[in-house]
């Protein structure tokens, strides 16, 4: 079972800048994808940001590319996702997700098995 325990959420205004951290036990597999999701009320949870634990390799989605940047720290068992520029439909409960790194890792709920109780992120304009 893995655990993943997210922390950092908080609200600020427009143009502002959050980090989120993850702190999970998915390293003790090889390898795994590790995502950030998000979910604003009314609507779908959609992918944000993933990266490998192994490679290092990120995918970000359109919507946040340039602004928001995920990293890991190996020693700690964390992800991080930094968000800069922040905007107010940036406004969400972000989630994190675990599966295993089978060599892609893909932005697609359907793909994690592991969720995070989630973090909220109010950004007001």
């Known amino acids: 079972q893995v655990r993943l325990a997210e922390s950092g959420g908080d609200s600020v205004q427009a143009g502002g800048s959050l980090r989120l951290s993850c702190a999970t036990s998915a390293y003790g597999i090889s390898s795994a994808c590790m995502a950030w999701f998000r979910q604003a009320p009314g609507k779908e949870r959609e992918g944000v940001a993933v990266?490998?634990?192994?490679?290092?390799?990120?995918r970000y989605a359109d919507s946040v590319r340039g602004r928001f940047t995920m990293s890991r720290d190996n020693a700690k068992n964390t992800v991080y996702l930094h968000m800069n520029s922040l905007k107010p439909e940036d406004t969400a409960m972000y989630y994190c997700?675990?599966?295993?790194?089978?060599?892609?890792?893909?932005?697609?709920?359907?793909?994690?098995?592991?969720w995070g109780q989630g973090t909220q992120v109010t950004v007001s304009s």
């Open positions: 997700a675990a599966a295993r790194d089978y060599g892609v890792c893909y932005l697609a709920r359907s793909y994690y098995g592991s």
């Open positions: 990266i490998s634990t192994g490679t290092g390799t990120t």
